[in-house]
Antibody, heavy 112, light 112 residues
Framework: QVQLKESGPGLVQPSQTLSLTCTVS????????VHWVRQPPGKGLEWVGA???????DYNSALKSRLSISRDTSKSQVFLKMNSLQTEDTAIYFC??????WGQGVMVTVSS | DVVLTQTPSILSATIGQSVSISCRSS???????????LYWFLQRPGQSPQRLIY???NLGSGVPNRFSGSGSGTDFTLKISGVEAEDLGVYYC?????????FGSGTKLEIK
């Protein structure tokens, strides 16, 4: 059974770095891509970035300078790191095996 | 970046009514491999998005056949033939032909 589960801090201070982990099961990271998608409160979906099966990455153009996605295939984990956080980065962050399976999401609030 | 324009932004329907949602792309979504990577998702209140349609017109596993997708190039449509109460939520189109991936702004389906 395919599952994805996000974990990370619920509260981050402005200008600090966000670190999230997506732990997957039921499929291999070396054969599948994993994406991060975020959703600010009451707003639509925004693609953040992805790590492809071969290990290469692609990022949202507007976030590229602050964003890094990596993985540990031995632990079936994908990592998101975003620095210089602002209040506008407050959102639910989903990891997903687009287009199929989605995690439940983790709410991240940027506030002092 | 590819811009996906969804219309309408809000849709109000009675049970049993048939409705359509349009998704127009700023660029052709036909990939050089012959596929068109256009997807439709439904996000019910408080839930993660779920895939309805993949590659323009293919029904996702377990998705009722009252949902159908059509279109090509830059113009795409999601149709619900006989709305049911469980269909309420926000519908999103998404393209994965061009990096970065992008989502439409969403169509909220309300039940009268």
């Amino acid at each position: 059974q395919v599952q994805l589960k996000e974990s990370g801090p619920g509260l981050v201070q402005p200008s600090q770095t966000l670190s999230l982990t997506c732990t997957v099961s039921g499929f291999s990271l070396t054969s599948n891509s994993v994406h991060w998608v975020r959703q600010p409160p009451g707003k639509g979906l925004e693609w953040v970035g992805a790590i492809w099966s071969g290990g290469s990455t692609d990022y949202n153009s507007a976030l590229k300078s602050r964003l890094s996605i990596s993985r540990d295939t031995s632990k079936s984990q994908v990592f998101l790191k975003m620095n210089s956080l602002q209040t506008e980065d407050t959102a639910i962050y989903f990891c997903t095996r687009i287009p199929g399976n989605w995690g439940q999401g983790v709410m991240v609030t940027v506030s002092s | 970046d590819v811009v996906l324009t969804q219309t309408p932004s809000i849709l109000s329907a009675t049970i049993g009514q048939s409705v359509s949602i349009s998704c127009r792309s700023s660029q052709s979504l036909l990939d050089s491999d012959g596929n068109t990577y256009l997807y439709w998702f439904l996000q019910r209140p408080g839930q993660s998005p779920q895939r309805l349609i993949y590659l323009v017109s293919n029904l996702g596993s377990g998705v009722p056949n009252r949902f159908s997708g059509s279109g090509s190039g830059t113009d795409f449509t999601l149709k619900i033939s006989g709305v049911e109460a469980e269909d309420l939520g926000v519908y999103y189109c998404m393209q994965a032909t061009h990096a970065p991936l992008t989502f439409g702004s969403g169509t909220k389906l309300e039940i009268k």
